[in-house]
């Protein structure tokens, strides 16, 4: 019951949802890939689900994508190194839910946002992004 009192006091201030775009949505889009689901032993540094923008996501790839077969290998190893060092090299805390840091992706080393916010259930889960997405 307070729930829905909750839900009609936020539409009478905010008014009716007009509409809305779900982290499966965007995993489903390719606008978020769910990195715990096709590297969960890259991710078990997190309890919680693990996911990157598609342009951190393109950062892997450029490193990972086999010229002469097109196949993608060793993205686990970039994985792995994104959510140790999203961990281990906090540069800014930004707020209690966001930091930035540190990560070398091939021979590049690129400043990155992970953000622990609230999935589609309400659930924590952790986005790693660029410094400038949201």
Known sequence: MEAKQA?????????EVISSYSRAQAIDDGVLVDLSALFP????????PVAC??????????????RDTGELRGAGVW????????????????SQS??????????R??????????GDNAEPVITIMLPDED
């Open 7 to 15: 839900t009609s006091g936020m539409e009478e201030f905010f008014g």
């Open 41 to 48: 032993s890259d991710t078990r540094l997190y309890k919680w």
């Open 53 to 66: 923008t598609s342009a951190v996501w393109l950062l892997i790839e450029k490193v990972c994508l086999q």
């Open 79 to 94: 994985v792995w190194d994104l959510c140790w060092m999203s961990i281990r090299a906090k540069m800014a805390v930004i």
């Open 98 to 107: 966001e930091h930035l840091f540190k990560c070398s992706i091939g021979r």
């Open 109 to 118: 080393v690129h400043t990155f946002k992970a953000v622990c916010g609230p």
